[in-house]
């Protein structure tokens, strides 16, 4: 369903967009000044990011202890709100596709996080991001990447893809990777980004939606990379422990 039929379908929905955007301006005049007179690592983006979910409407629960520094959050990925989720629990960065990079604000913002750009296409510049990830590990900033590389509804997991985690092959320090399990409720898994929807028909959906978003984090037990012997042993380890936390959430295993 395209933004305008939404529109005529739920008189409100403007009216819901438009107090959350100008809640978001609000919250983006708070904490920017604050980021730039902070002393690195600033804690405003990680700040303005939880702003930005309680402002959409996501009510977040959480299930272990995150890890906050010499950390590689790994999680499972549903649609770009996972990003504010996970980083107002974390303050973590994160390795995003290289479009995200232009897109207006959005990008911006990004930016000021300390997002790790990384092209899908181009096979080539894999040497280049992994070195660019290694820089960002080694700012001991944590740093999350979304193996499967693409979304799903979040009741089914991708194949985890390797590449990336050849940054820790071997590691630039003791680093350990956490899996994190994202777990949403119905109204989240009817916002998740799947199929030829456009990213601004799903901000659409996620900036009109009428109902609370539920989302529970699992923060599963961290686990030493260099215990496996190559990149696709760890990305194949990282995936069964949230495989296994998904299926214990939802009650069924997650294909």
Known sequence: MGPLKTVIRHPLASLRLA?????????????????????????????????????????????????????????????????????????????????????????????????VFVSRTDRRSVGTQVEELRAALAERQPVAIFPEGTTTDGRSLLPFKPALFAVLMPPPRRIVIQPVAICLDDTGRDLAWIGEETAPENAWRVFTSPRPIHCHLRFLEPFDPGDHPDRKTIAAQARTRIAAALAEHYGHPVP
Do not use: C, E, M, Y
């Open 19 to 115: 107090l959350r955007v100008a809640a978001l301006l609000v919250a983006l005049a708070i904490t920017l000044p604050g980021h730039w007179l902070a002393k690195p690592p600033s804690p405003w983006p990680r700040r303005f990011l939880a702003a930005t979910s309680r402002i959409l409407g996501v009510r977040i629960t959480s299930q272990g202890r995150p890890l906050l520094h010499d950390v590689f959050h790994v999680a499972n990925h549903i649609g770009w709100i996972d990003i504010p989720i996970l980083a107002s629990l974390t303050g973590t960065a994160f390795v995003a596709q290289d479009k995200i990079r232009d897109w207006p604000i959005v990008g911006w913002l990004a930016r000021l996080n300390n997002t």
